[in-house]
């Protein structure tokens, strides 16, 4: 397959897009449930495509929809699709294997996280240009975080000055990502888990309050307001 790349950045997105999103409730996969009357995908693509550092776009689809995701975004932004895979490592796999050795920084983002704007794109992207091997966006942790034992006794409080919620895209030199995901690694629910396991040192860089991640039928909720001040 040939990718189709934007002269413009230098910088691969990798949007894994073939769950299923149990938890949002009955329906499609939950890249193409609704937001606002758009697929969140379409949002997520919309402001991935407006980051100046992007060249090329990456979409996992789920198998059965993969022309209908590429009519889909056909007039959002130019895209390369391809058929994810049962989870999500796979899906960003298949993704990856399409990339060009020539780009050399590669980001991993959710479709999930629709809403998440282009300035935070191109941070994690001149996090990474800049030398570092892998980069997160992050948030610290504001919720009081107990650790609970059998019985949900708690056992302890933690320290949340040491915590935070991670999101996306996450930033990695294309032969850094390739590696851990060539490593066989066993599942992660990022890939920074994978190239953490690998000993590779990932960096936290500020998130965004707008990278929420679409989860429950009440996150749709939240972002359709949040889509009303931005």
Do not use: W, Y
Request: charged content about 20%.
């Amino acid at each position: 397959m040939t990718a189709q790349l934007n002269p413009r950045g230098d910088v691969a997105v990798l949007i894994p897009a073939a769950g299923a999103g149990v938890r949002l409730g009955p329906g499609g996969p939950k890249a193409l449930r609704l937001l606002a009357g758009e697929p969140l995908l379409v949002h997520a693509v919309r402001r991935v495509a407006a980051a100046s550092s992007v060249g090329l776009i990456v979409i996992a689809a789920p198998p059965a929809e993969v022309d209908a995701v590429r009519e889909l975004l056909a007039a959002i932004a130019p895209v390369t699709v391809v058929a994810g895979g049962a989870e999500r490592q796979h899906s960003v796999a298949a993704a990856l294997a399409v990339v060009p050795a020539e780009i050399d920084i590669v980001l991993v983002h959710d479709a999930a996280r629709a809403l998440t704007p282009a300035t935070l794109v191109d941070e994690v992207a001149a996090a990474v240009r800049g030398g570092l091997p892998a980069v997160i966006p992050a948030l610290p942790v504001v919720d009081t975080v107990k650790e609970v034992g059998p019985d949900e006794v708690v056992l302890g409080t933690v320290d949340r000055s040491a915590l935070r919620g991670v999101q996306t895209p996450q930033g990695f030199r294309h032969a850094v990502l390739a590696a851990a995901h060539s490593a066989g690694l066993d599942s992660h629910t990022d890939d920074a888990g994978m190239v953490e396991k690998a000993g590779v040192l990932v960096t936290c860089v500020p998130g965004s309050e707008l990278a929420m991640k679409i989860t429950r039928p009440l996150d749709l909720i939240v972002a359709e307001a949040l889509l009303r001040l931005v």
